[in-house]
């Protein structure tokens, strides 16, 4: 098990379905938290269940100024940053290229691409001052192939996998590790959306279709995503950096 004690570790998108497993699952293993996302304050139950360990702090990643307070926020409150999972993500709307709109393709650039950008500009100096730390961005399967009628945000999920490869190289000698984690299909807000978007009239059909698509026949969940990225954020994966860790039932191989 992927030991946290004594990390602070700060996730954005944290009242998702992944963001908020994720929270519980570093607070279990020892790490005090700040949580953010386009709220005012964070999910009730979730921020009673950490307690003074957690800090709620609203953060737009697309806007520059609510990155820097999340990172002011973590260093007034626990005076250093060694985790930095970039969570927060839009799926867009689906569409063919010529028919889906431009402010569809920006609005998920705007999230997805500047605010992971934006995210590592502010984390990477606190990390240096601190002698380094673990990033863990979260993009996808869609990371590594196309899908017909996505293609602004199968383009976010590409463009995180080039900016996780040239911010491990800058941060490398620094001992900062930068990496992806890319779930497949995984059982939260997003999906149900998703399957609507794709079969507004039978949503359950396109939830079939994507089972079928998937070797192991059935969605992820986010607490088996959160193991992954706990891994990646603790100690125990010391080695690891510039690379990408599937977590999808065996849909890429
Ligand atoms: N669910 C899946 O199947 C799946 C698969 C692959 C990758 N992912 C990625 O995992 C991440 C988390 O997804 P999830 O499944 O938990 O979805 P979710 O919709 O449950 O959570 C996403 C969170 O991001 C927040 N968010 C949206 N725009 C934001 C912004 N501008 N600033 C700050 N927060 C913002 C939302 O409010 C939400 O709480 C996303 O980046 C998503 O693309 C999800």
Redesign the pocket.
Same mark, same amino acid.
């Given at each position: 098990m992927s030991e946290l004690t004594g990390k602070v570790a700060l996730v954005? !998108?944290? =009242? !998702? *379905? +992944? !963001?908020s497993a994720t929270a519980r699952l570093m607070h279990e293993r020892g790490a005090r938290l700040v949580l =953010?996302?386009?709220?005012d304050e964070g999910p009730a139950e979730l921020m009673r269940e950490l307690g003074d360990d957690a800090r709620w702090c609203r953060?737009?990643? /697309?806007q520059e100024a609510d990155n820097a307070a999340m990172v002011q926020c973590a260093l007034d409150s626990f005076g250093r940053i060694d985790i930095a999972v970039l969570?927060? *993500? +839009?799926?867009g709307r689906a569409g063919l290229i010529g028919e889906t709109s431009l402010e569809n393709f920006d609005r998920v650039m705007?999230?997805?691409v500047r *605010?992971v950008f934006a995210g590592l500009s502010k984390v990477m100096p606190a990390m240096r001052q601190s002698g380094g730390g673990s990033i863990v961005i979260? =993009? =996808?399967?869609?990371g590594r192939k196309g899908t017909p009628t996505f293609a602004p945000?199968v383009t976010s999920?590409h463009a995180v996998m080039g900016m996780m490869k040239c911010a491990a190289l800058e941060g490398a000698a620094q001992n900062i590790r930068v990496n992806t984690v890319?779930? *497949?299909? +995984?059982?939260?807000?997003?999906?149900a /959306?998703i399957e609507g978007d794709f079969s507004p009239d039978d949503p359950r059909a396109a939830h079939e279709a994507f089972v079928q698509s998937i070797p192991m026949r059935r969605?992820g969940t /986010?607490d088996e995503?959160a193991r992954m990225i706990a891994f990646l954020a603790s100690d125990e994966a010391s080695y690891c950096t510039g690379n990408y860790y599937g977590v999808d039932g065996g849909q890429t191989s």
């Amino acid at each position: 098990m992927s030991e946290l004690t004594g990390k602070v570790a700060l996730v954005t !998108g944290a =009242s !998702g *379905g +992944i !963001g908020s497993a994720t929270a519980r699952l570093m607070h279990e293993r020892g790490a005090r938290l700040v949580l =953010s996302d386009l709220q005012d304050e964070g999910p009730a139950e979730l921020m009673r269940e950490l307690g003074d360990d957690a800090r709620w702090c609203r953060c737009d990643v /697309a806007q520059e100024a609510d990155n820097a307070a999340m990172v002011q926020c973590a260093l007034d409150s626990f005076g250093r940053i060694d985790i930095a999972v970039l969570n927060a *993500g +839009i799926e867009g709307r689906a569409g063919l290229i010529g028919e889906t709109s431009l402010e569809n393709f920006d609005r998920v650039m705007a999230v997805n691409v500047r *605010g992971v950008f934006a995210g590592l500009s502010k984390v990477m100096p606190a990390m240096r001052q601190s002698g380094g730390g673990s990033i863990v961005i979260l =993009s =996808s399967t869609a990371g590594r192939k196309g899908t017909p009628t996505f293609a602004p945000y199968v383009t976010s999920k590409h463009a995180v996998m080039g900016m996780m490869k040239c911010a491990a190289l800058e941060g490398a000698a620094q001992n900062i590790r930068v990496n992806t984690v890319n779930p *497949g299909p +995984i059982d939260t807000r997003m999906m149900a /959306a998703i399957e609507g978007d794709f079969s507004p009239d039978d949503p359950r059909a396109a939830h079939e279709a994507f089972v079928q698509s998937i070797p192991m026949r059935r969605y992820g969940t /986010a607490d088996e995503v959160a193991r992954m990225i706990a891994f990646l954020a603790s100690d125990e994966a010391s080695y690891c950096t510039g690379n990408y860790y599937g977590v999808d039932g065996g849909q890429t191989s």
